[in-house]
């Protein structure tokens, strides 16, 4: 099963910043926040991950809990192409079990103009 | 970066026929992939891994018989679905883990939508 819980879905307005909440309280020391999206009828995309320090890269930012027991993924400007279903998953990174991805149901971000 | 492209996008077969998937990682070699089944409006499910040289690895619930892994060279796995019906009509997407990086991430192909009439 899944070990995160997300919202089924949110609204953001074209040009504002899109927060998804993310809570995953049995997280394990060694296991990775990661994000995932995919747009209707593709493939996921990965999006950014981090362990418990706050990640930036050209997508987005993720902001992940003292506790590490929820984490926020931010799309500072969304646009309407962000519109998707974003998913969180925790998992250990690397090593045999590297890129081996269990989804939850994950959050249906629109977009609106 | 890492591609990974999936043969065919999309393919309608009449049942009781069986339909192969291709899964290529297109400038990385991949000794693991694995496949995904996606309904409509659900999330992706996890079927099997794809090791190359040796047996796949499947989920708990996902028939080995009728899901036929092969994973015979570091570049392509596929998936053939044999003697499909209308329930396995689906959304099936493959990844491959690359291990150029620390993090053995896997990335995607586009999917292929299969249908069964």
């Known amino acids: 099963d899944a070990k995160t819980t997300q919202p089924p879905s949110m609204d953001c307005a074209e040009g504002r910043a899109a927060n998804l909440p993310c809570n995953h309280s049995?997280?394990?020391?060694?296991?990775?926040v990661y994000w995932y999206r995919q747009i209707h009828s593709q493939g996921p995309q990965y999006i950014i991950h981090?362990?418990?320090n706050n990640e930036t890269n050209e997508m987005a930012s993720l902001i992940i809990t003292e506790d590490r027991k929820s984490s926020t993924l931010i799309l500072p400007h969304a646009t309407l192409r962000d519109t998707a279903v974003y998913y969180c998953i925790v998992r250990v990174a690397g090593g045999n079990q590297g890129g081996k991805l269990i989804f939850g149901q994950g959050t249906e971000l629109s977009v609106k103009p | 970066g890492a591609v990974v492209s999936q043969h065919p996008s999309w393919v309608i077969c009449k049942s009781g026929t069986s339909v192969k998937i291709e899964c290529r990682s297109l400038?990385?070699?991949?000794?693991?992939m694995f496949w995904y089944r996606q309904f409509p409006k659900q999330s992706l499910m996890l079927m099997a891994t794809?090791?190359?040289?040796?047996?796949?690895?499947?989920e708990q619930g996902v028939e080995k018989d009728k899901f036929l892994i092969n994973h015979a060279s570091l570049t392509l796995s596929t998936l053939t679905v044999t003697s499909a019906h209308p329930e396995d009509s689906s959304f099936y997407i493959c990844?491959?883990?690359?291990?150029?990086?620390?993090?053995?991430?896997?990335?995607f192909g586009q999917g292929t939508r299969l249908t069964v009439v």
């Open positions: 400038d990385f070699q991949a000794t693991t």
């Open positions: 794809s090791n190359e040289g040796s047996k796949a690895t499947y």
């Open positions: 981090g362990l418990k």
């Open positions: 990844s491959a883990r690359d291990e150029r990086g620390a993090w053995a991430e896997a990335f």
């Open positions: 049995t997280i394990s020391g060694n296991e990775y």
